[in-house]
């Protein structure tokens, strides 16, 4: 079954850095722009970033604009969110998927991983 498996999740502080990893499995990723998503308790799931399959475009969300960076290496089938400066408002399961290109409808990206926790905490 084709999907995404995150991993780099944990526990920071605020302030810190984390880098999460995103490898698709079971298709190949150079076909499709990658979205970097994040879920709370309670709160709607969020794009955060997405980047086009050629890397020529990035998209970020307000939120996340200037402390994270998406990034990927089709050759290594895997994509990376580079996230600085976190505070606890970060604090999420952050899940990756594909699509075509990086449309901002959620329901539309597909092969959704089972997400890594972050959790940003004193």
């Known amino acids: 079954q084709p999907q995404f498996v995150e991993s780099g999740g944990g526990l920071v502080q605020p302030g810190g850095s984390l880098r999460l990893s995103c490898e698709a499995s079971?298709?190949?990723?150079?076909?499709?722009?990658t979205g970097w998503f994040r879920q709370a308790p309670g709160k709607e799931r969020e794009r955060v970033a997405c980047?086009?399959?050629?890397?020529?475009?990035?998209e970020y969300a307000d939120s996340v604009k200037g402390r994270f960076t998406i990034s990927r290496d089709n050759a290594r089938n895997t994509a990376w969110l580079q996230m600085d400066s976190l505070t606890a408002e970060d604090t999420a399961i952050y899940y990756c998927?594909?699509?075509?290109?990086?449309?901002?409808?959620?329901?539309?990206?597909?092969?959704w991983g089972q997400g890594t926790q972050v959790t940003v905490s004193s």
């Open positions: 980047i086009t399959a050629s890397s020529s475009e990035t």
């Open positions: 079971g298709f190949s990723l150079d076909m499709y722009a």
């Open positions: 998927a594909a699509y075509f290109w990086c449309t901002r409808y959620d329901g539309q990206y597909q092969n």
